[in-house]
């Protein structure tokens, strides 16, 4: 029996429904570790169909197209390395999350997952069985236990499997990123190994589905919680890992351990790569944005190009009589400190031809929101036709902010295809701002320095709707704003805890109905990059329809 066991870690980025690429991606990596004479190739969580798959996996069609597929991956690559690789299961007449071992053309061994997470993105126990609570598989005569994803956040799937005879695990994820995320996942692991006393191996994919972004940031530890191998987040990377039998057991040999980016750059990184995957996996390769001169389209521009390239991006001003010139000049300076197209489309001769249109049904009725929102509408006519026009997904810029309350025109500013700031409020949108001025990384196809003018971050903020028209007039101050909602959005706090934190009820009711109301928009709103745990979409589902108000604070 050997001494040494060569593992290759193959964190990649899978695009939902593509089997026959996702297999592809797959021999390409067994190619790699039998070059590397790796004893198993080990593969992310569900692998062979991308995830999350959420409903498509329950169509008898693809689930029994992918199992073909994992089969005939076998039958490939039968002289070389064992797989290991996740993908759906059939048992009876109940669909499983299992994970795959394939050795000598055939199908060896299979872990089913057990304890499913029904809880934020995840709707995995309407989805699958839960399987059994098993035994580990043996590849080249060692017993490796495989907790999947969730199995290993609790103790008595790793207990079970080290208490009959696992000598190392390796746990498959599709871990969904989230801010310190990471700290989270390691500590958990960490639990695992002292409770094992074993080895483990934290596999993760990388890469963005629809508006959730896996992170990769696979790592390794040894008995004892030290940590042996660290791959980079948000990076593909196949990965070579040595272990060695030792009179105590089996430890890792120590590998490269790579730098974890703060949360900024996270944040950063994660609109970047959900933006450019989402475009690659849909189809697209070019966008545009209508870019205002405010904070929110320049931040917007600036994760396109870094994304995209600047001969991808198109930024399109679109003045009205209210666009003033400081607009003018900062969104123009924007475009051209990306170097990206930037087109000029005045809306005042449609703005005349609509209101002319309405003249006759609006008689004597003193102008408000309805002709504010047209300038808004009109913007996203035109815009969607420059989409339609030339195929370039068109690009949404409202924060999260606006994004709670509402502030934004359905069917307006909030045309679009994705929106990758949707989860960032506003107060953070400055500071990220700010970041991307100081910062440069490898991974950036935009320039460096300083591409946003401190005067586009540092002015008031307006729609320039109206004469003079602020935010402000509207809501309250973005830090009070971002402070309420935190707590009802973020905590899941109540009226009652916004009070206890400092701010005024009438801030916090006003805030509190602006959310509820607005619930029809964001139903109708682009996805956007999930950045927190409470994103607008699968982390908060909320009825649109909704008459309760939280009067506990009142007495």
């Known amino acids: 029996m050997s001494d040494r066991f060569r593992l290759t870690l193959a964190q990649l980025n899978p695009t939902v429904g593509d089997l026959d690429g996702n297999a592809a991606m797959a021999r390409g990596a067994w190619d790699s570790a039998r070059e590397a004479g790796a004893d198993l190739v080990a593969f992310p969580e569900m692998f062979i169909t991308g ?27 039968a002289d070389g390395p064992a797989i290991a690789i996740g993908g759906p299961a059939l048992e009876g007449v109940g669909l499983y999350n299992a994970y795959y071992i394939l050795q000598g053309g055939a199908i060896t061994a299979r872990v089913l997952k057990h304890h499913l997470p ?89 890469g963005a589905q629809d508006d959730q972004v896996f992170d990769g940031g696979s790592f ?12 980079p987040m948000f ?9 060695r039998r030792r009179p105590e057991g089996w430890a890792a040999e120590p590998g490269a351990l790579a730098t974890l980016p703060d949360a900024m750059e996270q944040d950063y990184n994660a609109m970047v790569l959900s933006l450019r995957d989402y475009l690659r996996k849909t189809g697209f390769s070019k966008v545009l944005l209508g870019l ?43 475009a051209e400190n990306l170097g990206c197209r930037y087109d000029f489309v005045p809306i005042s001769e449609g703005r005349t031809a609509i209101t002319n249109t309405l003249a006759p049904l609006f008689e004597g009725k003193d102008p408000g929101l309805a002709e504010e929102n047209i300038q808004s509408r009109l913007r996203g006519l035109l815009l969607m036709a420059l989409s339609n026009k030339f195929g370039e997904m068109l690009l949404t810029t409202g924060n999260k902010s606006e994004v709670a309350v509402g502030y934004a025109t359905i069917y307006g500013d909030m045309a679009g295809g994705y929106n990758p700031i949707k989860d ?20 950036m196809m935009g320039p460096a320095g300083e591409v946003i003018a401190p005067r586009v971050i540092d002015k008031p903020p307006s729609a320039e709707l109206r004469a003079d028209q602020k935010d402000s007039d509207s809501l309250p101050d973005y830090p009070v704003l971002d402070g309420i909602l935190d707590i009802l959005v973020d905590q899941d706090g109540s009226i009652a805890d916004c009070l206890a934190a400092g701010y005024s009820l009438a801030d916090a009711k006003k805030v509190e109905h602006l959310l509820y109301i607005s619930e029809y928009k964001r139903f109708q709103s682009a996805p956007g990059t999930r950045l927190s745990k409470r994103a607008f979409w699968l982390d908060r589902r909320y009825p649109i329809v909704n008459r309760w108000r939280d009067d506990s604070a009142e007495g």
């Open 51 to 77: 995830y999350n798959t959420q409903d498509l996996v329950q169509k008898p069609a693809f689930h029994q197209a992918a199992i073909a597929a994992i089969e005939a991956l076998a039958r490939d690559c």
């Open 118 to 206: 029904n809880e934020t993105v995840f709707d995995e126990k309407r989805i699958y069985q839960s399987g059994p609570v098993g035994g580990p598989y043996s590849v080249g005569g060692v017993r490796i236990g495989s907790p999947i994803c969730e199995d290993s956040w609790h103790e008595d799937v790793a207990e079970t499997l080290a208490e009959t005879g696992a000598e190392f695990l390796l746990v498959p994820n599709g871990s969904p990123h989230y801010r310190d995320k990471m700290d989270l996942r390691q500590n958990l692991m960490v639990a695992r190994v002292v409770e094992t006393g074993l080895p483990l191996i934290y596999l993760n994919l990388v």
């Open 220 to 231: 390794v530890l040894n008995p004892g919680g030290k940590l042996m191998l660290q791959l």
């Open 235 to 243: 990076e593909e990377v196949i990965a070579h890992l040595d272990l």
């Open 292 to 334: 205002s001169g405010g904070i929110d389209s320049a931040i917007v521009a600036t994760i396109a190009v870094d994304a995209l390239g600047k001969d991808n991006v198109r930024c399109v001003m679109l003045p009205s009589e209210y666009t003033s010139e400081a607009s003018l000049e900062d969104a123009r300076e924007v």
């Open 424 to 443: 960032m409020y506003k107060t953070r949108v400055f500071e990220i701002c700010r970041w991307r001025n100081a910062n440069h990384r490898d991974w």
